[in-house]
């Protein structure tokens, strides 16, 4: 607004002096004394000038009056509002520093603020843009200072280029009786003005968004207890035919009646001394369907002081705002609910607590699509539905398959007449059916159903829309988390299996451990392995875990006989659940009943095309079992195949080993006696000094495996002679030095022949240093000490003493005293010390004369 104009009241000459504040009365006016001096400086003081102000402080004044009136004086030069003394013909007598500075900021010349020009002139030549009050202002002042009205008001702009300006002119007579004058002050107000601005902007947006809400216009008759709306009220209200003016109780049917009370209660409080009044009721239109239901207004009185006569107001529809508030409420609560639930029964129960509770239902039900089945399962079933718990049905069968298969919604007022309702008895009398589909990112979750006495409308169909949808994310969620805590699962058990079978190769307690772990995993109760008897077609029980009797040890069905030989024959799994199924198809129908089993499978054990036996696994509850249980149950069939054909390759290899060995040690103890054989004296010399080498090396703390190796080396000491000539073996007097040399090449000729056989390589030992002597003077290699391995030394005090014991054609055998002080002898010489100590220790025990 570029300028404002006074409106009809300012323009007005009002005679009643406005109310001011106690700080503006006191800055406007002055007591009698004050207004005295005034008179006088005006009067008798000469022509005041800018440069020369009228002195208050230099009047000869008694000193009480000249204190005040310098304190007045001081107020109002301080003011911000712009204040100037006038006479009785309207020349300035004073003005205050406001007045001059803003005279000056705004480049007016002095003639028109100076002490001593006339004002109401001033204000009769202004022009310009704002200059269109000020014909109004000079003819206020005149009636002030004429007398004809106590006070002039008025608001006026007075703009600058560069910001918008508004003010108040307020003027104020001073008289004693002898002399009168006037006091005019200007108040800036534009931050008033700018601020009513905003409020009638603010006031038109507010209409039009009445108007662009449909708001309705109401009026009560307080007296006459009636009621007057318009035509956008009366359609809010769902009144068909409403009287321009209707009792106020034939308005008070169309609302809720838990809600009249509340509207009662606020109608009274029109007799109060309350501005505002708020209701909020529902009301139910012809169609059926709910409204909410705002109504505004404020008491109204004929005059100022009567009591309220009429209520008026807007009234608007916030059905869609309340719908959304408690749709928003719903799911808040639902997502915090469903937050703390960790599995999907928690889950199902809390969807359908909270889904039933909100929609004021009688039956609830949640059914889960089972894996990638075309099925359904009921995962909770509330109220009148709960006989349905744990049911299921595939996609072709009833009501919930329906909406499954299709993915789309169903709404009935009186489902237990479709022909697809598989439980008339359960929906019978609900007026109210739907049943959504839950879908997470485009895949089938499950069905949600809820069903009432009374109709579902709209609304209820759209919140329950949108819960629907967050339920299925949620049983997503929680579904694909179960299903990466099942595969981790899987793992888990599948690696234990794993160990198992490396940490042993037994094959009973391989197949114990699989039971262990494969029967809480795939839920079942008891389990049995039957494998084939050799290569005939028997099966025998191998493994079994979780029976009551002993049954299953017994039986020896044969491949094609009974549910075990029949999963042989067809070398596929068979499946069954329910005790009637299982009992017409197994042979074993007194353990089925004495165990009560309700369920079996039987997975065939299968190595290539090759069969080996059949894993069964019983359950004493019904059992569905889904494409996934199969798929891993088969995956630990297949592992206990592996761990069987491990165990017995094992043991074939095993087998097949020891005959190797027992063929390698027949072959060694055949070159022992081909040795001796060759001289008669030495016959069973290599026998008996393998034997008493074995029992000393026990001594020393040799291990079984040890005593394998020294047997052979200590049976093919002398394997290198093979390559020594007869005539010198054999030869009955001493050797010659040629013929000692050639005969102590014998440790060297059997390293050469045992060397390259790595199955004889860790026997080489004895054969090839059992000639060393402890003091260094041995051959081949003149080794000494500890240098010599240990079986060797041990081996060199049991071959002289053989030696000194037998018969020589150089000499007869000596006693075994003798041959036993000449070893003690040779301690720390040609043996080992420690090792005569105990060869002595165990002779006089009599544990080496034996031999083998």
């Not at 029980?541 to 009974?562: E, M, T, Y």
């Not at 761990?643 to 087998?655: D, F, G, K, R, T």
């Not at 005090?797 to 070893?823: F, N, Q, T």
Request: glycine content about 6%; overall charge negative.
């Amino acid at each position: 607004m570029s300028e404002q104009r006074p409106d009809k009241a300012d323009k007005e000459r009002k005679a009643t002096q406005p109310k001011r504040g106690k700080k503006f009365q006191r800055a406007q006016t002055f007591s009698d004394e004050g207004q005295e001096a005034l008179r006088v400086a005006a009067m008798a003081g000469g022509a005041p000038s800018e440069t020369n102000p009228v002195d208050l402080s230099s009047l000869e004044l008694p000193p009480k009056e000249a204190e005040a009136l310098s304190h007045e004086a001081r107020v109002l030069e301080a003011l911000p509002h712009h204040i100037a003394l006038l006479d009785s013909t309207g020349r300035i007598l004073w003005v205050n520093r406001a007045w001059r500075h803003f005279a000056i900021a705004n480049d007016l010349p002095s003639a028109t603020y100076a002490v001593g020009a006339n004002y109401v002139e001033i204000c009769e030549r202004a022009t310009g843009p704002n200059a269109t009050e000020a014909p109004t202002v000079a003819q206020g002042l005149r009636d002030v200072l004429s007398g004809k009205v106590d006070t002039f008001s008025m608001e006026y702009p007075c703009h600058s280029p560069t910001e918008k300006r508004w003010f108040r002119v307020l003027i104020t007579p001073i008289e004693d009786g002898l002399a009168r004058g006037a006091v005019v002050s200007h108040i800036n107000i534009t931050e008033e003005m700018l601020a009513r601005q905003a409020l009638e902007e603010h006031e038109a947006r507010q209409r039009l968004g009445l108007e662009a809400a449909r708001a309705g216009i109401w009026r009560i008759q307080l007296a006459e207890d009636t009621i007057e709306f318009d035509e956008t009220c009366a359609k809010l209200l769902g009144w068909q035919h409403p009287s321009r003016c209707s009792p106020f109780s034939a308005f008070l049917r169309l609302v809720f009646p838990q809600d009249r009370d509340h509207v009662r209660a606020v109608a009274r409080l029109a007799h109060s001394a309350v501005d505002v009044y708020d209701a909020h009721f529902r009301v139910r239109w012809r169609d059926g369907s709910i409204h909410f239901i705002h109504a505004r207004g404020h008491a109204l009185a004929s005059t100022r002081d009567a009591a309220p006569t009429y209520v008026t107001g807007i009234l608007f529809d916030e059905t869609e705002s309340q719908r959304r508030a408690r749709e928003h409420e719903a799911v808040v609560k639902l997502s915090r609910a469903l937050r703390s639930a960790t599995n999907l029964d928690e889950a199902g129960r809390v969807i359908l607590e909270k889904i039933v509770h909100l929609m004021d239902a009688d039956a609830g039900l949640v059914a889960l699509r089972e894996g990638e089945e075309d099925r359904i399962v009921t995962l909770g079933a509330i109220g009148r539905w709960e006989p349905l718990q744990g049911t299921d049905a595939t996609w072709e069968e009833g009501i919930l398959g329906r909406v499954a298969s299709t993915q789309t919604p169903y709404f009935s007022e009186s489902a237990w007449k479709d022909p697809q309702c598989l439980r008339p008895d359960l929906l019978r009398g609900l007026r109210g059916f739907m049943a959504l589909p839950l879908i997470s990112h485009q895949e089938l979750t499950g069905v949600l159903a809820v069903g009432r006495t009374t109709p579902f409308d709209a609304e209820d169909v759209q919140l329950v829309t949108a819960l629907a949808d967050l339920a299925s994310n949620a049983l997503a969620r929680i579904r694909h988390y179960d299903a990466l805590e099942e595969r981790l699962e899987e793992l888990r058990v599948l690696h234990e299996i794993d160990l198992a079978i490396t940490h042993t190769l037994d094959l009973d307690e391989v197949l114990s451990q699989i039971l262990e772990h494969t029967l809480p995993h795939l839920g079942m109760d008891a389990g049995s392995v039957y494998l084939l008897e050799g290569d005939s077609d028997v099966l025998v029980c191998r493994a079994a875990l979780g029976f009551q009797s002993l049954h299953v040890w017994h039986a020896r069905p044969s491949v094609g006989l009974g549910l075990v030989g029949e999963v042989a024959k067809r070398r596929a799994p068979i499946l069954l659940s329910g005790r009637e199924e299982l009992l017409s198809r197994c042979r074993r129908s007194t353990m089925l009943a004495e165990e009560k089993f309700e369920a079996y499978a039987g997975l065939p054990l299968l190595l290539g095309p090759k069969l080996i036996g059949v894993l069964e696994l019983f359950s004493r509850q019904p059992r569905h079992f889904t494409p996934h249980w199969v798929s891993f149950a088969t995956m630990l069939a297949t592992q206990t195949t592996m761990a069987i054909y491990n165990s017995q390759l094992h043991s074939e290899l095993q087998l097949a080993h020891a005959e190797l060995i027992a063929t390698y040690d027949s072959t060694i103890e055949g070159w022992a006696r081909a040795m001796d054989y060759r001289d008669s004296e030495t016959l069973g010399h290599s026998a008996r000094v393998t034997g008493i080498t074995l029992t000393l090396m026990r001594e020393f703390g040799a291990t079984p495996d040890d005593l394998v190796i020294i047997r052979r080396g200590a049976l093919l000491h002398d394997i290198g002679k093979m390559a020594i000539p007869d005539s010198i073996l054999r030869k009955p007097g001493p050797l010659t030095p040629e013929e000692w040399e050639l005969m102590r090449k014998h440790p060297l000729i059997a390293i050469e022949l045992l060397r390259p056989i790595k199955f004889l390589e860790p026997s080489l030992p004895i054969p090839a240093y059992h000639h060393e002597r402890w003091d260094g003077t041995g051959y081949p290699f003149g080794l000494k000490g500890e240098e010599i391995p240990l079986p060797a030394r041990v081996f060199a005090i049991v071959d002289v003493w053989d030696a000194l014991i037998s018969d020589r054609p150089y000499r007869p055998a000596w006693p075994r005293e003798k041959a036993l002080e000449y070893i003690a002898e040779q301690a720390g010489k040609q043996f080992d010390p420690e090792a005569v100590r105990v060869f002595l220790d165990l002779a006089r025990k009599g544990h080496i004369f034996t031999g083998i």
